[in-house]
């Protein structure tokens, strides 16, 4: 203990200690904030004799949370540690929800509504009474979300509707939650909404909870929303102790409800909080984090801060304007291998940052070029994959029939020739009867609805369904599914839809990745619990794969590629950071919306996680809507202090395209060449 103790400074030490009154550490980028939570289980675990199963940290991403777990897992041993919760705010009102299930009005095995899934009972819900368009759609449902956020019941949402859109909202609102309680599902607001409610409600549920966790940490705390803060204030609210942290300059997420201004709130709820600020940065160079705070400064703050760091000032912040996107993405392969073999560094070194998941494409490809291994998170993901949503959909429908989704995506795969046809006059017949689809195909009634032999394809695969459901319920249920996966020849299906045989091959590896995936999870939860069965390791990967996109485990020396919004709380030696333009970062919503302050902190996020060099890449050109049309420069390259800035690339292009194209492939080869030898 004496060493993990001795690495912190002592605001950090003060922090660790303080456990008896409710603590605020509230400090900047880098300074060891989540340094801090980890060290400080350790310290609860170790020098004050509190059991791990009553400490539970929170943060906001599985990233974060994996992260959390390893530097807690390089302090304490594994006995130790054992029944230690940290996870992600998600992740615990699903566990809550999952052990409370019955005192909520559910059944187990319950489903996760993904976005896309709620989107389609929307629409479904709204598209009774009228044709509606999908952009009416996305804003009722935008609308709904924000009032579970906000904790805003249906009631009270139809009062304060001011406006027609959101009149509409609040109609839809209540529909929309009767339907998922019939469907047995939840959304994704539902997770932290519905504990809260249960926990308001029912205090006896509430004082299991609060005794169960003795001691509460949150990470990112800047990003909380209303829901998260008021579960975070009722789990706390017995012994009145725990530890946030968090940095205002860092809230990234207000178009998703968060709340910085519960760092305020916090000082008004709790008289006794006591607030740690840290100054020291460990990350980066004082280059990098003199440029961060001058562009911070930008913005109004809530407290204000001076980081500093003893990392010495560092090479010059780069900025690359390159001609075209292609050639800014081409621009950062290049500066990443010549790099890569000059500095003798790993690829994992590196990371890409920008604002849209799209611009990642164009990344991918150069990388590609250059075979140069990376990966992506938050984009298109693991579990995006067709392959992995259709076995996705099985295994949702095994826990939950109800799940009509579910139903419609798999009825088909492989092929059961039950055509668009036959699955309207279902419908037909499921909502007359007020049943889910899968119900409907039991019922006799449906006869009337279809021909017979169309009946019998329905049954066969409804009674086929029922046998695995049945075969899950014995000891063995990952063999069932493995069984079920060979029974429907899915490996058939594959090849006859890729475009090669290879495909097709590692298309059914990922399946297998799938399942031996939902096997350790589900070992891993019995040793917590061995009441945990087969449906609620299910439905932990159904979560997984919606709150972790691709965040597979994998360590594995490669480029990362992230969004800003992905790489919160993380670090790497060099950054790229592209699209430094007008429309981009800012984004041209946030313009128009006049948000760009919230635009200035992604800005701040994205360079302070750089250790050592830090570049910034624009391009003079962009094709936006199928059109070449010229960039204005990011206003928050204007911020910075350009004496630390290098610019490059200012230079009109005078040669050929064959020319450049030549020269382009002649740079590729002698890398290639370098990097062999
Ligand atoms: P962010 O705001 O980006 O989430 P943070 O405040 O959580 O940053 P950490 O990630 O905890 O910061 O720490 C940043 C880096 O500094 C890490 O590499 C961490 O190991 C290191 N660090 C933290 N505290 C110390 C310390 N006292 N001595 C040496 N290194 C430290
Ligand atoms: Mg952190």
Not at 198 to 213: A, G, I, S
Not at 579 to 590: F, I
Request: aromatic share 8%; glycine share 4%; hydrophobic share 40%.
């Amino acid at each position: 203990m004496q060493k993990i103790l001795a690495r912190l400074n002592d605001r950090q030490l003060e922090a660790v200690q303080q456990v008896d009154s409710p603590l605020l550490v509230l400090a900047g980028a880098g300074s060891g904030k989540t340094s801090v939570i980890t060290s400080k289980i350790a310290y609860l675990i170790r020098s004050r004799g509190m059991a791990a199963r009553n400490i539970c940290a929170v943060t906001f991403t599985n990233k974060a949370a994996r992260e959390m777990r390893e530097r807690v897992g390089k302090m304490l041993s594994r006995e130790e540690a054992k029944g230690l919760t940290v996870s992600t705010f998600h992740s615990l009102g699903l566990d809550i929800i999952r052990r409370e299930v019955k005192h909520l009005g559910y059944k187990s095995g319950f489903s996760l509504f993904d976005t896309e899934d709620s989107r389609a009972l929307l629409r479904d819900l709204m598209h009774k009474d009228a044709q509606v368009d999908a952009d009416v759609v996305n804003q009722v449902q935008h609308l709904i979300s924000n009032w579970k956020n906000d904790l805003v019941e249906p009631d009270t949402a139809a009062a304060v509707a001011e406006n027609p859109s959101e009149r509409l909202a609040a109609q839809v609102y209540e529909h929309y939650n009767r339907h998922l309680q019939a469907y047995n599902a939840v959304d994704f607001d539902d997770l932290i909404r519905l504990p809260v409610l249960l926990f308001q409600q029912q205090p006896e549920v509430l004082e299991k909870w609060q005794h169960r966790m003795h001691y509460l940490l949150i990470d990112e705390y800047q990003d909380t929303n209303i829901s998260q803060y008021r579960l975070v204030k009722l789990l706390t609210n017995l012994r009145r102790t725990f530890t946030v942290v968090g940095d205002d300059d860092q809230s990234i997420y207000a178009w998703r409800g968060a709340r910085p201004e519960n760092l305020i709130q916090l000082g008004e709820d709790f008289p006794n909080l006591k607030i740690i600020k840290l100054e020291q940065n460990y990350r980066s160079t004082g280059r990098i984090l003199k440029v961060a705070n001058h562009l911070i400064a930008h913005n109004p703050h809530l407290h204000e801060k001076s980081l500093w760091s003893q990392l010495g000032y560092g090479d010059p912040i780069r900025v690359i304007e390159c001609a075209s996107e292609e050639a800014e993405a081409e621009r950062i392969a290049a500066e990443i291998m010549t790099r890569k073999i000059k500095e003798q560094a790993s690829w994992k070194d590196f990371a890409v940052l920008y604002r849209g998941n799209f611009q990642s494409r164009i990344v991918e490809i150069k990388l590609q070029a250059f075979q140069i291994p990376y990966k992506i998170s938050g984009g298109t993901s693991f579990f995006a994959r067709n392959e992995i949503k259709d076995i996705m959909g099985y295994l949702r429908l095994l826990i939950n029939p109800a799940d009509d989704n579910a139903f419609l995506r798999i009825i088909n795969i492989p092929r059961r020739e039950i055509g668009p046809a036959i699955l309207e006059k279902l419908a037909t017949y499921a909502r007359d009867r007020g049943v889910s689809l899968f119900a409907a195909c039991h019922e006799m009634g449906l006869e009337q609805y279809l021909k017979e032999h169309q009946v019998e394809k329905l049954r066969r695969f409804t009674h086929w369904m029922d046998s695995i459901i049945r075969r899950c319920e014995s000891d063995d249920p990952i063999a069932a599914i493995g069984e079920m996966i060979r029974d429907m020849d899915y490996e058939a299906w594959l090849y006859q839809n890729a475009s090669t045989p290879t495909v097709a091959e590692r298309r059914y590896a990922n399946i297998w990745t799938l399942i031996d995936s939902l096997s350790d999870t589900l070992k891993r939860m019995q040793e917590d619990d061995d009441q945990v069965g087969i449906r609620e390791a299910i439905a932990r990967l159904v979560l997984r794969d919606l709150l972790e996109q691709q965040e597979e485990e994998d360590d594995s020396d490669k480029v990362q590629l992230l969004t800003l919004h992905a790489s919160k709380g993380l670090e790497f030696p060099q950054v790229f950071l592209m699209g430094m333009e007008e429309e981009l970062l800012p984004h041209r919503n946030a313009i128009e919306s006049d948000t760009i302050e919230e635009e200035r902190r992604l800005a701040y996020v994205g360079i302070t996680r750089a250790q050592q060099q830090l570049t910034l890449t624009l391009a003079k050109q962009r094709k936006t809507y199928g059109e070449m049309l010229n960039c204005t420069p990011s206003r928050f390259l204007d911020e910075l202090p350009q004496d630390d800035l290098k610019w490059e690339g200012r230079v009109t292009d005078t040669q050929s395209p064959e020319e450049r194209k030549q020269r382009k492939q002649d740079r590729i080869n002698a890398l290639r060449a370098m990097l062999n030898n």
